[in-house]
């Protein structure tokens, strides 16, 4: 199951579509967990007063969140998620999980969140300086980001219909089944969710005193948004959210670097060799170095290395770009065979005369 990240400024009706996604989510038998502050007993105005208050309130968020995923529960993770390596860590969190994973934007204009903020109870409602605050360092989400992408924008300023047809697409996005069929079936799961989700923000909007807020009527605060019946007319995409599959710096299941100092022992151990084929090469001088003889490791039992045949010169940068090449290839798919120094001096000696004989 996904992990699906809710992104945008304060007050920008977040909660709201996190409640209309859970229940669409549900509605398609999806197991659905909601991460966020309010889930955390985590207080607005204590929780982000300061650089250290905030440092705690988003681990315990990361850490919630990467307890909650797995591959049979979709986490919903509501949170302010204005920081993009943030949103690149929850992203590697879902691929060293192997799920799926999508952003939802909320792209409300800062001067409605503003409304909605100071419309709220004291309680509930940020000070105007962390508000202030958490709004200038947002940074968008920007699809063209893997950890941002697929990338679902929901404005809530647009009405009912437009927030039910973007929950839908997020809920189809992140089901088990074909994109058309899962959007069909989220469709009709999300209509009341979606108007739930309108509803409340709608309410938030008018709780001021029942403006209709500037960016409503105009097209958005300080041109950041199109007009409204430009975007109204764009038609939602079908996208779909792929699995991500772990790699090496991600997969922790695997024993490839299970001891702590084995990395280090065979770079050593391959230094030897390099440091001898570079001595017997700075002996023959512009020629080819012929026979090159290693000294047996003392973890080898007293076993001779294999000889190497250098019927060309070899000289040092070449020598570092097999190095290179071989420790590659030995932290991510031999490492399992390389148990001591001597089999890595081994394998190295082998790999570059493999090298040398495809040039």
Known sequence: MPLIVIAGLPCSGKSSVATALAEACRALGQDVQVVDEDSLHLKRNESYKDAAAEKQARGALMSAAERCLSRKRTVIFDSHNNIKGYRYQLWCHARSAGTRFCMVHVDTP????REWNAARPAEGAYSQDIFEDLACRFERPDSRNRWDSPLFTLRPLLGEAHMQEQVAAVAAAVADGPPTAARGAAAGAADHAGAAAAAAVAAAGNGGGGAEPAAARG??????????????????????????VPTITTDTSHNKLAATNLQHEIDRAVQRVLEAVAAAQALAGSGAPGMVTFDAP???GGSALPPLDVYRPLFLPELRRHKRGFMRLATSQTFSRLRDAAAAQRLFIGYLRDQLAQQ
Not at 110 to 113: D, F, G, N, T, W
Not at 227 to 236: K, L, Y
């Open 298 to 300: 003392s973890s080898s």
């Open 219 to 244: 097209g958005g605060a300080g041109g950041l948004l199109p007009p409204m019946e430009q975007i109204a007319d764009e038609p939602v995409p079908v996208l779909k959210a792929k699995e991500l």
């Open 110 to 113: 800062a001067e409605s969140c």
